[in-house]
């Protein structure tokens, strides 16, 4: 349930709302927006009289979220989040790129990426220290290890870095990486998400392999009600029957969210297709369709990556990308 | 399997290697493309000795080639194929607009939207007359009277036109109808491909709700297999377990059936989403994406249309859609 | 809408409502079952007062049926729907089991596998004329020749036949085919559907490659709007994202369907996993869960089958398999 | 790779082979069966010289493993595995019963709902204190405290107890738990997978929403590397586009599974289909189609549970289907 207060709404009889929400069992999270004050009431809410908060002097309006997520929902936070990184930030209107190898490999290789990508005009650093492998026989990234060269890689560079996390006792090694990713396949592990949401570094959520948009927005949500309202949403393809391309990119989740939620979205497409050469036409795609970014992996040497090099650009082949995105996403859907 | 011929290769030596082509039972189709002859060899090649076809003075190299699919294969056809309808082109570079009402309802709407549509710059206008309708109990389109319809709208406006079949029985009515679409329903209807492969007429062959690219590629091949070149593919969204869009518009189809055929390829994002507000978004994107081109449902009133009005943009959405769709394909894959 | 009559209502009474429910635009169809008179009304019964009718003295109750399904609708027809076809009945409790060649090929073949599968009490024959192949280039069955070498076998043994149609065109070749099969790919071709409700013969409806079951019913649905209502619906597994199995058998299709309607459902576990040595397996499943019958691929020589081999079962092990399965359909779902 | 030694091998010759594989990165796992003696090899094989192998004389057969998984493969372990479980057993021709309420909510609930499976049959008890939760909102179990209820109905009835773990900082709280349970939402958290390969205790591993049968079997690689070889596989039906049942239960799980690894399979009804009314019928098909056994939700006052009310059994129809269910076994699959 919204509750719209009206314009200069006396400051005690607000408060005096609050209590008195809280003896019905139900928090208040105020969101001051460009236009409005919106008090949201997260809790149950099923033995609320509306009627009797529309009559209430400081009211403006009152209606229902029907939907279940509620700190993460557009009704409950009308503006744009922004999430800033360093000096990068996504959402509000840029397109961001993120770029960087599949696995943190050697010290000379995620530097030299980095430095690759910079150039090239990414916002911030990915790389994988913690690498989920179908196969306990495959590369399982360098771990502590490959976090050191990825926080060394920012230092020659001073670009932000997102890593996956795995487990929530791996948290500590992270405390100097900017975003946390969750990956696909932690999308749902619940734990690991309420244990995010107490901190306050921001949090990068990948939908999983076959998770409807809903249950995205509900993973968000936990986040979101430990206290952690930083949180990049990413579209990276879901499993359907096709198998020319590794998942099915699902791009009308860029709308579909934008219209939803307020937490900005970006687009994996290198884990979507699984196919270095489709790569450049689904990026300039998710920037004309509307997304907050983009997610791509770069490898200086793709036939030699540890984990799918396949898929990965060169630097030459993003760096010629990253100059057109901006303009695609200029004329595309977020000014129309 | 397909034979590169050398530069001016003799011509009676290219009959004669014909002929006895024809004798072990395989056909051939001779493909001029911009800086090559390829001889393509239709039929069961099993027992025909590549290595004896490579020695040969005409021959310049031989490959078979795996894929079930040969005279849709762009290894048999490098250059773009262009559909040519009147005026209008599918394919070859440009980004042809193709937009309408799902439903031919009455006269006067349908050359509204046509007028519309053109001044908003169309190439060809759609409109449905057999109505494909899950229920029995629903509106199953004007049929003939709906053609007729369609027609007057042509004359009215000069746009060429677009319309569903569903059964040959309907052929004739079909006409002067410039383009045949078949439906996604309708894509494994092999005895209806076969039938339209007779004809020399344009068909829009729409992505069934799940079969894959090979799969649409196979149909095309069943058209192209009755001598009828002239087939346009359409992605028009898969089925998935997401449910907050009608279907899962998968523009992925684009750069991989580029890749693989010659034929041109559009987008539906209308049936593809299924809602009014999040079909600019995807247009740009399948724009940006490199499509050859877009079918859009439009309609004059979509409150009251007789179907598919959800879905459906105000000839001023689209008017507004058209003018940027243009710019965004110019600086997207195609060009990249 | 459905009506519950009183017992023993006045027959005079039932005329002047229907007469009356006429003049609105509502059909009736009266439906006497073991216990009680149902009326169903079909057509839009939106603007029909409900209580209006609840008073009447011949109603005993009144129900909306939200489902789009009605004549296919359990609620409108209380008892299960057998299909006779010849001594054979589908539904009412038994299992039937309907056994083939996936193609017809040669006289000898057809009538050896029949006599095979009569010997092991199948029910029926199944046999294709008329092959549905993904590429133009496969065989496309005997055609019109395979239905009669179909025939032939049916002379000599007795057991009705049926076989699959692709086209409106073809019926004419039917006349002496005991039960007309629509394939998965043809379940939403609604011209032919349309077709077949003209006709009195029994239609046996496999749902699509991804078709709920809801489309399933609304297929069924145009069938029995044409006047038809013999009709078995068949089972034989969707399209999914795991490659073990050519498709992915849904039983509880069986459980959920004989709940929503009255019609009989088959199961076809040869289709859907695609190889022979768990269709025994499956076969078994489908007896457990209550199914009314099995239609199962059976090959003399599967090696050298002209399609399908690769699922299809020997003679022997068909026998084995069928003498195994009346045992379990006797102490599955049907008596619990 | 897998070796097949010949009978009576001598065995410092077999040493020797162990020793020099080891240094050629390989480690072996013998298996004895009942009928020869395996020696799998684990690791990098690709410079291991088949024939060299071959040649030596306590070698019998040779022969690649193509699949990416060894261990859990029935080409490196010909007989079943059998989990043993207190007095129950999982695999090896019987049909176990688990069944218990989704949630612990109260001391008498648990105990009660214990005694009445137990009277029925059941050889474990299931029941949830730490639950997956799609909302954070809704109810998370009792956590520790519902560890201990469900002791404490062990206490009172000697069934064992299954368990799911969501996290590996929980897996302290399971000590006394028989039965480790990953749920589906977890089968690809790989940390998790490889802490509980360092345990002894048997694993239940549920079937991921959209998980392949191969990735499954890798999660089950996953603790088999860790040295932990008890292990039990459980389809629970798969995301797909039907809406009628909460998932798709896909029984072809189970003769594809039994086929390709030696690892007991038992399937889960209640959260395939949602839906309590269709649980018996897909139980039976279950035993029919040849699992080990059955995890089932019974609750003795569904309407009011915490969670999945909807699809739990009351203890009367347990007791019925569980009566049904060994029967069913018996005429089944597995004595076909």
Redesign the interface.
């Known amino acids: 349930m919204v509750l719209v207060l009206r314009d200069r709404a006396d400051a005690d009889q607000v408060d005096y709302l609050k209590a008195w929400l809280k003896t019905m069992g139900v928090e208040t999270r105020a969101v001051v927006g460009n236009e409005q004050t919106i008090m949201g009431l997260?809790?149950d809410t099923s033995r609320i009289d509306m009627e009797l908060l529309q009559s209430l002097d400081i009211v403006e309006s009152v209606r229902r979220i029907q939907e279940?997520y509620k700190s993460a929902n557009r009704k409950f936070h009308p503006d744009d989040t922004v999430v800033r990184v360093g000096d990068a930030s996504i959402g509000g209107g840029g397109f961001a790129i993120i770029a960087g190898p599949c696995s943190v490999e050697t010290e000379a290789q995620v530097v030299a990426i980095a430095r690759a990508v910079k150039d090239a005009g990414a916002a911030m650093l990915r790389g994988g220290a913690f690498k989920?492998?179908?196969?306990?026989?495959a590369f399982q990234g360098l771990r502590a290890e490959g976090i050191e060269l990825l926080l060394k890689a920012k230092e020659e560079t001073g670009l932000p870095v997102v890593s996956e996390v795995?487990?929530?006792?791996?948290l500590p090694l992270f405390e100097h990486v900017d975003v946390i990713q969750v990956g696909a396949?932690?999308m749902?592990?619940?734990?690991?998400?309420?244990e995010l949401g107490q901190l306050r570094k921001p949090v990068l959520i990948k939908r999983g392999?076959?998770?409807?948009?809903?249950?995205l927005l509900?993973s968000a949500?936990?986040v979101m009600?430990g206290g952690n309202p930083n949180i990049i949403l990413c579209e990276r393809g879901?499993?359907?029957?096709?198998?020319?391309?590794r998942n099915?990119?699902?791009?009308?989740a860029?709308?579909?969210l934008r219209?939803k939620t307020h937490l900005p979205v970006i687009v994996d497409p290198s884990h979507?297709?699984g196919v270095a050469?489709?790569v450049?036409?689904?990026s300039?795609?998710?920037?004309?369709?509307?997304a907050d970014g983009l997610i791509v992996e770069v490898h200086n040497d793709p036939k030699h990556a540890l984990c799918d090099g396949a898929q990965s650009l060169t630097p030459e082949m993003f760096s010629?990308?990253a100059e057109?995105l901006r303009?695609?996403h200029a004329?595309?859907?977020r000014s129309?």
Request: hydrophobic share 45%; proline share 7%; charged share 20%.
């Open positions: 997260i809790g279940p989920p492998r179908t196969s306990p026989y795995m487990d929530i006792s791996q396949r932690n749902q592990n619940f734990e690991l998400l309420k392999l076959a998770n409807t948009l809903q249950e509900m949500e936990y009600a879901i499993r359907t029957f096709e198998t020319e391309t099915t990119l699902d791009l009308s860029v709308p579909v219209e979507a297709t050469r489709w450049p036409a689904l300039l795609a998710a920037a004309a369709v509307g010629k990308l057109r303009g695609v004329v595309g859907a129309f």
